[in-house]
């Protein structure tokens, strides 16, 4: 049904070349920004600079824009619990992320028909001082039979943690600045 789906995923918020440039072709860009509405001609521009570099490119939080502009796909974020997600008609390859910290937003995030849950926090980050840890991480992913990649906290100190992780894989913020 999918092109490869990526088990490497990171956040950026500004459309920043130089960000993702020398990350791995495997890494799934997610724009996210809730501060600024999207300029359709820099994300278009993004997504042709994606597509040359074979960097899967999601937006965030708007379907029908990314249907639009026909990206590899939408993440959405836990607050969003639009049902109607489904009415939207798009190509195979489309990709539905979303995320959820508990069971009941897992069930709407299965209702809404995401392809992959971001399942967060994994560890403990600046916004959440406790973190899911590898058992309830384990635990919740059981809950679900989609894929399922570990957010939130991931380190260099960390990352190796994850193997034990009931993980298809992880996203980061932080890890792949840290490492630029």
């Known amino acids: 049904m999918h092109k490869k789906i990526p088990t490497i995923f990171t956040f950026i918020s500004d459309l920043n070349k130089k960000e993702i440039i020398n990350l791995d072709r495997k890494v799934g860009i997610i724009f996210r920004n809730y501060k600024e509405k999207y300029d359709k001609n820099k994300i278009l521009l993004f997504k042709e600079f994606c597509k040359k570099h074979k960097k899967p490119f999601f937006l965030a939080n708007d379907v029908k824009l990314a249907i639009n502009l026909n990206l590899d796909g939408v993440y959405i974020p836990a ?6 997600l489904r009415k939207y008609n798009r190509k195979k390859q489309f990709l539905i992320l979303g995320s959820a910290h508990n069971i009941p937003e897992i069930k709407v995030k299965e209702r809404q028909g995401v392809n992959i849950i971001f399942l967060s926090p994994i560890f403990k980050t600046k916004n959440y001082k ?26 260099k100190k960390n990352i190796n943690r994850l193997k ?8 980061g913020i932080s890890y792949f600045r840290n490492q630029q």
């Open 130 to 155: 406790k973190g899911l840890e590898i058992i309830k991480f384990n635990i919740l992913s059981m809950k679900s039979n989609k894929k399922i990649i570990a957010l939130g906290g991931i380190t």
């Open 164 to 171: 034990i992780a009931n993980a298809y894989g992880f996203s």
């Open 79 to 84: 607050f969003n619990k639009d049902l109607s």
